[in-house]
């Protein structure tokens, strides 16, 4: 949905190479604590895979080693206080490496994201910068950034095998995920169950199967549009490789308004307890959906997905009873 707050974020192309080289030094500093963590989790039933993560945070900290070389040469020891949370054009990570069973499907996602994210960073800070050392240094550590992107395919071969990693290590499949799955699961989400409410009181309120299902109409269509325009809205894809924000945009305002109308078309019955039994046993399917698609994807555990989807709109659900016969 909109936001009435103003973004306090700055806009990339804002910054000045002394703030771009302070962002690419936290980033690294981020990627490499990520990427050790990884290597302790995975150690005792991936040994093979913490070793290659062990490598890439020690990569990791020599990129930023040499960024902060720079840095201090050219802008002396203080270093400006900005993190990714701080510009627009970055999304904030799902935390993976917190999760308590952590599968190496989720982390050739992340990694494969991670990567993307830091190549294209490096590379428009590159355009953007007029000193001919700090270009060079961002260009050479764009292309060591790409080559990493290839780790998210070597992660454990001799575990997974060629059939374990066939679509999934995918760079089309992780490009699906992030263009369409990501906003089309959130505008699924939202339009399932943001609309639970309106949709149900006024049918609560009203008993009018036809006024219910205008009420749900609008709802689903206005909650799509806003949802679409917000996705576009929030980042344009080229720091973080999120593919077209117009395909992205379509995507969460499609499945939004799919989301929507799922339980508000069968108020085109005119008896009311009829459509009104059919709309919950749509809400049912939805909300099972999406916890499909959050375990499918997402490597949310079935159950967990499950126990958020149902809870939240069990809640939604309850609000708008309520306040449909009050």
Known sequence: ????????????????????????????????????????????????SAALFEGMAAEEDEHRRRLLDLYVERFGKRLVPIRREHVRGFINRKPIWLLK???????????????????RFYMEAAKQVS??????????????????????????????????????????HR??????????????????VSTLAPVFAAAFATGDTHQTFLVGLAAAIGAGISMGFTE????????????????????????????????????????????TALAIAIVLIELWAI??????????PFWRAVMQVVLGGSLVFAAGILIGNA
């Open 1 to 48: 949905m909109f936001s009435l707050l103003p973004d306090a974020r700055r806009s990339f192309s804002s910054l000045s190479e002394r703030e771009i080289l302070a962002l690419a030094i936290a980033a690294e500093e981020e990627d490499g604590s990520i990427y050790s963590e990884f290597a302790t989790r995975l150690a005792p039933t991936y040994p093979g």
């Open 291 to 300: 916890a499909f698609i959050q375990n499918r994807y997402m490597q949310t």
């Open 101 to 119: 069973n952590l599968t190496l499907e989720a982390v050739r996602q992340q990694v494969w994201e991670m990567e993307e994210g830091a190549y």
């Open 131 to 172: 000193d001919a050392g700090t270009r060079k240094l961002l260009g050479d550590l764009a292309a060591q950034e790409r080559r990493h992107a290839d780790a998210a395919d070597r992660i454990d071969e001799a575990v997974l095998g060629a059939e374990g990693r066939d679509v999934e290590k995918s760079e089309n």
């Open 232 to 275: 576009a809205a929030s980042d344009d894809g080229k720091l973080t490789g999120r593919g077209s924000p117009v395909k992205r945009g379509l995507a969460a305002g499609i499945m939004t308004a799919v989301g929507g109308l799922g339980h508000a078309l069968p108020y085109l019955i005119h008896d009311f307890f009829t459509a």
């Open 175 to 192: 490009q699906f995920v992030l263009t369409y799955v990501q906003p089309g699961l959130a505008g699924l989400m939202d339009g399932s």
